[in-house]
């Protein structure tokens, strides 16, 4: 069974998270300590420091979005809302009602909506084009996927369907740098070292 975000949480599960090689170089890497991640709510991520590529690495477990705060099945249930809505409007006020404690401006949740069905479907839209064979005749919507993969959890899936091609992949699901900026921009999105983990105490 797939972890879950409580699983996660509950257990404390990043205390026995662990790497063995850089998945970018395959060579060694020591433990880093851990970062923040704060949505749904507060919880950590195991960190991992490789020498020979001079970055960290978070090892994120499937359900989190990676460079976007939350969760893929809360970004999917987002999108399958505004596919099922008769307007963007509409779909912003059930997804962002305006009686919620970190309620936002109708504009701000449309735009907010909008970005979510854009960067998803472009996923979906990829992953049919690095796995034709899997999803030839899919639209790429949550919905269409839904069917084809007899799952509620789409993006979850194609993370674990799509693990050796994550590098071609955009956030929120894979691995892909922005399109443009080269060295300048992939330093700006590079996790901080930030300070060592603690010394062990004898």
Known sequence: MALTFEDYVTGEQWTTARLSWCPVCSGPVTSHGTYVRKRPRVAQVARFYCAGCRMTIGLLPDFYASRMPGLLDDMETVVLIAECARSVEAAAEQAR????????????????????????????????GLVPERFEGCAPTVTSFRERLGTTRVLVALRELCVQRLHAIAEPLGLLGPPAGGAIAVRRRQQSMGPGPPAPTS
């Open 97 to 128: 009602p305006a009686d919620e404690v970190d309620a936002v401006t109708l504009t701000s949740a449309i735009r907010w909506v909008r970005r979510r069905v854009r960067t998803v479907h472009r996923i979906l839209a990829t992953a049919i």
